[in-house]
């Protein structure tokens, strides 16, 4: 049963509702004024108050006060001789589970402690079935986020409300060390100074664990790993000032899996976007994804003012080679064209098969100048490469270069392609083997070779 404090100046209805109280099977502790009732309060636990409304200095209404500001888990009920509705409604308003009239019948005392401890019962499955659904609800929309820095956010932020940790710094592995996901809470110099410690600690941990002798004024750091089945995918670190609550453990772990599991999700959506993104010939990027990444750039230069440019290249002749060694070779042809491109740019550069015998290059940084040298390269390290030698033919082949800057040659990506597509036609009608710089009096091109805005 429950533990009641008793709060009343006369001795004799100390007893009576003592007894009463007892006889139900509560402990009782029974006190005869305010300073007694809160040295009691504080020196104990209890699950309910029964104070009478009038006591010597002070009066009942002080008695709920400090117990609801100070244990607002305690339900108090009141007791009092004054048969009036307004101290009723103070009561009630101010936090009173019950008001009781004097003289107060057994039953009624009775009645009245465990409607309010039911009461109380009820609140407290509330609060904790609210937590619930509020950290499912934190769950799913974790497991759901397929943006890399919205992921962290949302998983810092969830992290720091329900576990109440001072600091979060999430850690992740990408095929790699472990490195710094996201945080909350934290200077950004302490992140960094904790980084390769973290890594370091936690490289290959698959079960929660404590740490020490970190940097940083946390009085307690504890470890949650972020795992999917057998593949351990980051870890969580939780920092906190002071004692941990109780269910941190439970909430971190609910919380961890479903990092765990948007990182796998994650993954599997990029494979599935590079797949659409990817020509499945030569496996360099396809239009789509040129278009996308066109968008792209020409924001990015517009809010910084940093050039890039395009390079639109077509094979000479390559006709003749499908026409007298098939297909088969023709394609053949076409992949390791890709991968000599690749060779000619920086890690950073986006090649593209555009279609057909057709690849565009987008040299990100790169104004016309550095362009016309890149495009140079790309010309003479085709004209001097043997393709296929494995298929005992060794072909020779040669390209036509086209070279458009943003935003020197045009302001948006529909005219910047057709400013290179048409500077590379004028090499095709030309001698081939060469490299063009856009300009403006370039001839228009034919109706087939139209390029998509």
Same mark, same amino acid.
């Not at 290059?361 to 550095?370: A, E, F, I, W």
């Given at each position: 049963?429950?533990?009641? @404090? =008793?709060?009343?100046?006369?001795?004799? %209805?100390? !007893? *009576?509702?003592?007894?009463? &109280?007892?006889? +139900?099977?509560?402990?009782?502790?029974?006190?005869?004024?305010?300073?007694?009732?809160?040295?009691?309060?504080?020196?104990?636990?209890?699950?309910?108050?029964?104070?009478?409304?009038?006591?010597?200095?002070?009066?009942?209404?002080?008695?709920?006060?400090?117990?609801?500001?100070?244990?607002?888990?305690?339900?108090?009920?009141?007791?009092?001789?004054?048969?009036?509705?307004?101290?009723?409604?103070?009561?009630?308003?101010?936090?009173?589970?019950?008001?009781?009239?004097?003289?107060?019948?057994?039953?009624?005392?009775?009645?009245?402690?465990?409607?309010?401890?039911?009461?109380?019962?009820?609140?407290?499955?509330?609060?904790?079935?609210?937590?619930?659904?509020? @950290? =499912?609800?934190?769950?799913?929309?974790? %497991?759901? !986020? *397929?943006?890399?820095?919205? &992921?962290?956010? +949302?998983?810092?932020?969830?992290?720091?409300?329900?576990?109440?940790?001072?600091?979060?710094?999430?850690?992740?592995?990408?095929?790699?060390?472990?490195?710094?996901?996201?945080?909350?809470?934290?200077?950004?110099?302490?992140?960094?100074?904790?980084?390769?410690?973290?890594?370091?600690?936690?490289?290959?941990?698959?079960?929660?664990?404590?740490?020490?002798?970190?940097?940083?004024?946390?009085?307690?750091?504890?470890?949650?790993?972020?795992?999917?089945?057998?593949?351990?995918?980051?870890?969580?670190?939780?920092?906190?000032?002071?004692?941990?609550?109780?269910?941190?453990?439970?909430?971190?772990?609910?919380?961890?899996?479903?990092?765990?599991?948007?990182?796998?999700?994650?993954?599997?959506?990029?494979?599935?976007?590079?797949?659409?993104?990817?020509?499945? &010939?030569?496996?360099?990027?396809?239009?789509?994804?040129?278009?996308?990444?066109?968008?792209?750039?020409?924001?990015?230069?517009?809010?910084?003012?940093?050039?890039?440019?395009?390079?639109?290249?077509?094979?000479?002749?390559?006709?003749?080679?499908?026409?007298?060694?098939?297909?088969?070779?023709?394609?053949?042809?076409?992949?390791?064209?890709?991968?000599?491109?690749?060779?000619?740019?920086?890690?950073?550069?986006?090649?593209?098969?555009?279609?057909?015998?057709?690849?565009?290059?987008?040299?990100?940084?790169?104004?016309?100048?550095?362009?016309?040298?890149?495009?140079?390269?790309?010309?003479?390290?085709?004209?001097?490469?043997?393709?296929?030698?494995?298929?005992?033919?060794?072909?020779?082949?040669?390209?036509?270069?086209?070279?458009?800057?943003?935003?020197?040659?045009?302001?948006?990506?529909?005219?910047?392609?057709?400013?290179?597509?048409?500077?590379?036609?004028?090499?095709?009608?030309?001698?081939?083997?060469?490299?063009?710089?856009?300009?403006?009096?370039?001839?228009?091109?034919?109706?087939?070779?139209?390029?998509?805005?």
């Amino acid at each position: 049963m429950a533990q009641i @404090l =008793l709060v009343d100046d006369e001795k004799m %209805a100390r !007893t *009576l509702y003592g007894d009463y &109280l007892r006889a +139900a099977g509560h402990t009782v502790v029974a006190v005869g004024s305010f300073e007694e009732f809160r040295e009691a309060l504080n020196a104990d636990t209890y699950d309910a108050v029964v104070t009478d409304l009038i006591l010597p200095g002070t009066d009942g209404m002080e008695v709920l006060r400090y117990s609801k500001e100070r244990y607002p888990g305690v339900e108090v009920v009141v007791i009092t001789g004054l048969d009036k509705v307004d101290p009723a409604v103070r009561a009630i308003k101010s936090g009173a589970a019950e008001y009781l009239v004097k003289p107060v019948a057994p039953e009624a005392l009775e009645h009245a402690v465990r409607r309010a401890l039911t009461t109380r019962d009820l609140l407290r499955e509330n609060a904790s079935l609210r937590q619930y659904v509020s @950290l =499912l609800e934190m769950g799913q929309r974790i %497991a759901t !986020t *397929l943006d890399r820095e919205r &992921l962290a956010l +949302a998983v810092a932020s969830a992290l720091e409300a329900q576990t109440q940790a001072q600091g979060v710094l999430l850690l992740l592995r990408e095929g790699g060390p472990l490195k710094v996901h996201g945080h909350n809470g934290m200077a950004p110099e302490l992140v960094t100074e904790l980084e390769p410690i973290l890594c370091s600690q936690l490289q290959g941990i698959r079960t929660p664990r404590s740490l020490d002798s970190l940097p940083g004024d946390f009085e307690h750091v504890i470890a949650f790993p972020a795992s999917d089945a057998d593949l351990s995918l980051g870890q969580i670190v939780l920092f906190f000032s002071r004692p941990p609550p109780e269910n941190v453990p439970e909430v971190a772990g609910f919380l961890s899996r479903h990092y765990a599991m948007a990182l796998r999700n994650m993954g599997r959506f990029s494979e599935v976007e590079d797949l659409a993104y990817m020509d499945d &010939l030569t496996h360099l990027y396809n239009m789509r994804y040129l278009h996308l990444v066109l968008d792209r750039e020409v924001k990015a230069s517009q809010q910084t003012d940093i050039p890039f440019s395009l390079l639109f290249m077509d094979l000479d002749h390559f006709k003749a080679v499908n026409d007298t060694h098939g297909h088969l070779v023709g394609s053949r042809l076409l992949v390791e064209v890709g991968r000599v491109l690749k060779g000619c740019v920086r890690e950073r550069d986006v090649v593209v098969r555009y279609g057909g015998d057709e690849y565009v290059v987008l040299l990100r940084n790169t104004d016309s100048g550095g362009a016309l040298k890149v495009a140079e390269r790309i010309r003479r390290t085709m004209e001097n490469h043997h393709f296929i030698p494995r298929e005992g033919i060794s072909l020779s082949l040669t390209t036509c270069v086209g070279v458009a800057s943003f935003p020197e040659h045009a302001r948006d990506k529909g005219a910047l392609l057709d400013m290179a597509d048409r500077a590379m036609y004028r090499g095709k009608r030309g001698t081939r083997n060469v490299v063009y710089m856009a300009a403006l009096d370039q001839e228009a091109l034919p109706a087939e070779r139209k390029v998509a805005g």
